[in-house]
Nanobody
Framework: QVQLVESGGGLVQAGGSLRLSCAAS????????RAWYRQAPGKQRELVAR???????NYADSVKGRFNISRDSAKNTVYLQMNSLKPEDTAVYYC???????????????WGQGTQVTVSS
């Protein structure tokens, strides 16, 4: 079993930055990718960014050029650097452990507890 622990959320003004962290423990050899999702009030959870074991990344159009997903393999940790934040980025951000094959990310039922990001205008 894989466990994920997120940290780094908070309140920031529009135009500011935050960095989220997702630390994994347990049977991490069973996954080869991780992703960040977010869910705003009244909206469905959406994929924000993902990173595969080989280092390839993908982003939602709404965050391209502003967010960067990266990893520290030695620490089993994935980061989401969020710059030029907008009020519409306000959401609970969740880390997911998944698998990546042939250009597709497959989420699993392994989620972190979520971290709140609030961007004020």
């Amino acid at each position: 079993q894989v466990q994920l622990v997120e940290s780094g959320g908070g309140l920031v003004q529009a135009g500011g930055s935050l960095r989220l962290s997702c630390a994994a423990s347990g049977s991490i050899s069973t996954i080869n990718a991780r992703a960040w999702y977010r869910q705003a009030p009244g909206k469905q959870r959406e994929l924000v960014a993902r990173i595969a074991a080989g280092g390839s990344t993908n982003y939602a159009d709404s965050v391209k050029g502003r967010f960067n997903i990266s990893r520290d393999s030695a620490k089993n940790t994935v980061y989401l650097q969020m710059n030029s934040l907008k009020p519409e980025d306000t959401a609970v951000y969740y880390c997911n452990a998944g698998r990546y094959y042939s250009g597709t990310y497959y989420q699993t039922s392994i989620w972190g507890q979520g971290t709140q990001v609030t961007v004020s205008s």
